[in-house]
């Protein structure tokens, strides 16, 4: 059985969440590859709201298996917090799991990711200060701890001793704070370690298992492309890989397992934390988007930056990922505009034109849209079904956007609800 691949194609915030919680309903694992309670994932089902930072967005439908694989790092406390929530709404989680090989965040990594963001004062990053680049630093460093550590209490007493002693001369000759204390923290998790041991497995095998038994496997990112490590706007990324590409050391998988490549875009673009944003608008317009859109983070609650699609940029991130199914969502929102712009190519300094997104984000920064403006539409299309209800100019703007990408929209989302939606090829999935 093929498995499929959801991924955002921006700056995140394209409501992955929603897309994976459709699909789910007909896969019989979701899986998170990647991330970190820094990346919230927002569900609306019955006008019910869920906020979820690391379980996976299938688990609202029961009979499911929820999987936070390997490339996933974990906060415990987070994460019980979720769970908890979760069940005193009344869902199961029986089937959610975590993969012994994923990296545990410490306090530590939260106090020396809230220093570093301190120190670099106005060039900061705008990292949630949550610890998960930290976690990400310690893993590539290969003193990380892990959840396989957390169910042997000497291993993990003998590997959180050696690391607060370093971390602690960090904390004192490097920022000037106070050292933390070691046996505070060596209990706190030793009760996540007793709560989650029923939960915590070996992934690898669970899913090569689900694999060969025909299973539907639907693999989940957080973030997007633009904030890759790799391939986004260097240094204002995250610390993971949330490309297609990601999944593969993030779960543990052969790039030969997946078939459907699905990407989510916005109808729009946004962006929260620091870092280039070409098509970005500091004017009503963007209040216009944030207000209408609910543009404020589902984890951070920090208002995110607005502004016009940017083709140029959504065409990079198609190539890098394989796409092979795209996903707009927010299409509502652009409802009432006289105009709508889109963003073709970029105009460097020299007044050159370039049809590629540069690596470099100081030449980015420097770079300016160049746009097509298409009319607007001022039907409400927020209980559109078919594509062929939406209004002619709404379709206008959906031709353009598969023309110059070459993909054509399966799933187009009109409302944050599950079932605003309208639905070209379901079938695919």
């Not at 967005?57 to 499911?64: E, F, I, L, Q």
């Not at 204002?236 to 297609?244: G, R």
């Not at 989510?264 to 934390?273: D, I, L, P, S």
């Not at 609910?294 to 190539?319: I, N, Q």
Request: with cysteine; aromatic share 8%.
């Amino acid at each position: 059985m093929f498995s499929s691949i959801i991924v955002g194609l921006q700056w995140g915030d394209e409501g992955k969440g929603k897309i994976t919680d459709l699909l789910a309903e007909k896969s019989d694992y979701i899986i998170r590859y990647q991330g970190g309670n820094n990346a919230g994932h927002s569900l609306h089902i019955n006008r019910e709201s869920f906020v979820l930072h690391l379980i996976p967005s299938g688990v609202v439908h029961s009979g499911k298996k929820c999987l936070i694989a390997s490339g996933v790092v974990v906060d415990p406390r987070a994460l019980l917090e979720e769970l908890g929530m979760l069940e005193s709404r009344g869902l199961d989680t029986s089937g959610v799991f975590l993969a012994n090989r994923a990296h545990i965040t410490l306090p530590y990594h939260r106090l020396l990711d809230d220093y570093k963001e301190e120190l670099r004062g106005a060039r900061s990053i705008g990292t949630t200060r949550r610890g998960i680049g930290p976690t990400y630093e310690d893993q590539s460093a290969r003193i990380g701890i892990r959840a396989i550590d957390l169910l042997d209490e000497k291993i993990f007493y003998e590997k959180l001793k050696i690391n607060l002693e370093y971390k602690n001369r960090i904390i004192d000759c490097v920022y000037g704070k106070s050292p933390m204390d070691f046996q505070p923290i060596y209990e706190e998790y030793m009760g996540y370690a007793d709560k989650l041991r029923p939960r915590i497995i070996d992934s690898v095998y669970e899913i090569h298992q689900a694999l060969k038994s025909g299973k539907k496997l639907l693999f989940e990112g957080a973030q997007a492309i633009l904030l890759d490590i790799a391939y986004g706007t260097y240094p204002y990324v995250t610390t993971s890989s949330p490309s297609t590409g990601g999944v593969c050391t993030g779960a543990g998988i052969p790039p030969t397992a997946l078939k459907n490549f699905i990407g989510v875009t916005k109808a729009y673009c946004t962006r929260v934390g620091s870092g280039p944003f070409p098509t970005e608008l500091k004017d009503s317009t963007a209040e216009e988007l944030r207000d209408k859109g609910h543009e404020y983070g589902a984890t951070t609650k920090r208002p995110r930056r607005c502004g016009w699609l940017d083709l140029v940029a959504l065409r990079y991130a198609c190539m890098i990922n394989g796409i092979n199914h795209l996903v707009m969502t927010k299409l509502d929102v652009l409802t009432g505009f006289e105009r709508l712009r889109i963003a073709i190519a970029y105009e460097k300094t020299d007044h050159s034109r370039t049809d590629q997104f540069p690596a470099s984000s100081e030449a980015l920064e420097k770079m300016r849209p160049v746009y097509i403006d298409l009319p607007g539409w001022q039907e409400n299309i927020s209980r559109v079904t078919s594509y062929e209800a939406l209004p002619e100019n709404c379709k206008e703007y959906l031709r353009f956007i598969e023309k110059f990408m070459g993909i054509e929209l399966d799933i187009i989302s009109v409302g944050p609800e599950r079932r605003q939606n309208i639905i070209k090829k379901l079938d695919l999935f």
